[in-house]
Each structure stands twice: as structure tokens, then as C-alpha cells.
């Protein structure tokens, strides 16, 4: 078949390039020009485990192509996928005039049928609208429908070669063929395709990510009740985890959600009931307490230097909003950061792929380490904000040697208490005891 992606970004680039791996011949568009170029040249402008193979072949072999003209790649083929931004807007409702926008574009610029299939997460009733604005200049037929993705950044590939489930928001048997053809490959093993309304596709996505955030922040609540009582969160995560109600996955306890969904798709929810006139009470708390846990980690080590942080020499490990990824939007990070230095505290950060991004944001406002061991040369504490493998087992001897202060507050529960206390640390993470010395 032949697609075009409209936005290339974590989204676009992998639909298109896995697209491309079976087969199909995919052109990409996205404005910005840069990135099109340095797609052209075979570079790839994001960080994401095993993309590049597929980047690279697909280029090669001539199946996956870039542009910054939307007209050329509306005419090159019959199903347009829309994978734009929708950031939210002033009022954290999500921002439509992306998807809006190039959707006006293409009622001119289609000349026969084309499947138009919105892949970005956007509210209820967006296919409506995306309908529409093609329809105002449209004079060919066409159908909108929803997709919504459900990848997640540092296994997209995977997680776009192999969905748990495809879900799309289509009442056209036209529609519905064309996508069961263009999924079959990615389904073999079994998985489902569900086909429904697309008010209910466009609701899943917002309801999947409002759900597991909920879950998220549940689990950190819980870490918080434990410092209190006594208890030990991770206990209390196997202990309900093996309960198949449950499940074990999505209940560690940490600095609080981040990245470039969640918060925005809780947000955009929330937004969303509120216009149809429902107090949706329980997503309200998770994004207050969500806000507070970003930056608990700071409050804790206030108190650890007696609300003196001025001068503190702090190593930061991560800054990206998970690992592997080199993705900052929304990262807990960011917002530690913001925090310390406020309280004048210098920060030596280190982050296996994300600097580069945090450096245009914050310039020299921090230090970039080459390592990790660099970043906490002569700190008077560490912080860690993101669990990349490289952290979980560190040389801890290094460690001692090189910190001013063997403290270390663990945002991501890395490490065995017990064993820190072995080590000489002091040990702050989230939901067990502290290790004191001395
Ligand atoms: N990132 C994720 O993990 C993820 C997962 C599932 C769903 N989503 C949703 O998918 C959508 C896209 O997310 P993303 O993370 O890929 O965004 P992104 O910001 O990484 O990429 C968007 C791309 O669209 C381009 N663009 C903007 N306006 C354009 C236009 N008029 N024409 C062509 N290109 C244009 C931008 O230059 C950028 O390259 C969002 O709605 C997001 O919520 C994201």
C-alpha cells in the first residue's frame, strides 16, 4: 500500500518506518525542515531502541521516503496517517489547530479516494471535526477514522511490530477492510483488532493513559503512607502484584509520572469531562499529587541539609522522563532542577542520551558530565531521577572515593537498602526505611 505519515516525530517516524518494514512504500512530511533533511540523509532524529536498522534499510531499499510537501505526499498514496502534536493549550485542553490545520490542507489536495486515519491522541468527537475540515474543500470521497497508538517510548518498535491490541474508530466497511490489510502482518500471532465507534477509539487512549497514571500514583501515594508507618513499599508491590486483578507491571513507586503523554492526555481528560459537565474527582487528585511527587525528592533532601541547600554541589543522574529514551517533555527531572537551583544548589547532571535536549532548554545553568562517575565527583549528594540500566549497578567503591558526601536520594528504589548501608551511604528512597550512619 502507499502511506504518508503527516509528523514525524516518536510517533510518525515509527508508524512510518515499521509500515515501511512490511512492505508498504511510506512517505513521511513533517514541516520541519532540518529534520527532513537529516531523514534524507539517512539521519535519524530521535533516540529509539532498534529504529535505526529499519530507518536505514527502508531508506535504502527505497521504501521510505521524506518530504516537507504535504501535496506531493497526498498524491503519492491512498491512506494518510495524521501523527501531529496535540499539546495542551492554555486551558490543558488539548490543542487541535495541528491536526485541524493540515486536515483544511488535504480537502484541496486530494484528486480520489483517500483513507485520512488520526493516529495522535486528540479528544472525543475529533473525527468529527477532521471530517469536516477535509469535507470544506473536499471534492473527492473519504473516509476520517481513529487510530489511536498505544507504542511507548524506548519500545516502540516492539511495541508497534507486535501490539497488545489495535484499536480503531471507523463505521465504514471501506475503512475497516483497508485497515484489517494494512494490520494483518502486525497481528499474526493473534493479537486483536478492534474495530468500534470512533468516539469510543478516541476515549480508549485517553482512558488507557488516565488509567495507568492512576495507577502510577496510587503506588506512589502508598510509598509516602510507608515512610510514615514504617512499611516497605516493595514489599507491599509484590504482595498485591501477584494478585492477577492486579498485575505486577506499572507499581513501582518513584518521582511521579512524566514524558509527553501522560500528563497531557490526564489533563486533556479531565478537560474533556468538565466540558461535558462530569467533575471527574479521582483524575483531579492524581494530577495534584502527581505535581507534588515530581519534586518530593528535593523536599527530602532539604531537610536531609537543614533546608540549606545553598551551595550544595548536587549530582543529578537522568534526565530524561524514563530510560531509553531521549525524551525531557514533562520529565521529573526538569522539575528537580527548576527546584534546586531556586535554593542555589549547583547541579552536575548525567544522562545517557538526554543532554543534548536538556542543554537547549537550560544552556549552562547546569553541568554535563561525560559519566556518571564525573557527575558525582566532589557532590554533596546524588540524586537519581531515572532508572537506565547503567545506574543499577554502579561501582560503588568509585562512588566513595570521588563523593564529598556518601548520600545518595534514589528516586527510582535502584538499590538494596541493606546493602547501601554495608557501603557506608546514606540511603533515601522512596517508600522504605532510611538507611542513617552512625
Ligand atoms: N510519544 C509517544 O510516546 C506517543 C504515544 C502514543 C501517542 N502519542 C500521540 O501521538 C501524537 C504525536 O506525538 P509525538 O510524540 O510523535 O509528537 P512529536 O512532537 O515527537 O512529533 C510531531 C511532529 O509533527 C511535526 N509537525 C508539526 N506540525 C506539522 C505539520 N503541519 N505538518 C507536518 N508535520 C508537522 C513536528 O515537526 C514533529 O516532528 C500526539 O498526539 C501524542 O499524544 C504519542
Redesign the pocket.
Known sequence: MNIAV???????LVTGTCFAEMGNHVIC????KN?VESMRNSIIP?YEPHLDILFERNIKQGRLQFTTD?AEAVAKSNIIFL????PPGEDGSADLS?VL??AKQLGHLMTEYKLIIN????PVGTAEKVDAAVREHAKVEFDVISN??????GF?VDDFMKPDRVVIGTKSEKAKKLMSDLYAPFVRQGNPIYFMDERSAELT?YAANAFLATKITFMNEIANLCEQVGANVDSIRIGIGSDSRIGKRFLFAGIGYG???FP??VQALFKTAGEYKYDFKVLDAVMSVNDKQKTIIVDKLRKYFKGNLKGKKIALWGLAFKPDTD?IREAPALYIIDELLKDGASIQAFDPEAMENVKKILGNKIVYSTDSYQAVTGADALIIATEWSLFRTPDFDIMSAVMKNKVIFDGRNLYDPVRLKELGFHYNSMGREEIVQG
Open positions: 503527516v509528523g514525524t516525530g516518536y510517533v510518525g512530511v513533517d514541516i520541519d529534520k530521535i504535504l501523527a501531529l502534536p496535540t495541528y490545520g493540515v493516529k495522535s491522541t486528540v489511536p497508538e498505544f507504542l511507548r517510548e516502540a487512549k514524558g509527553s503523554c497531557k492526555d525524551d
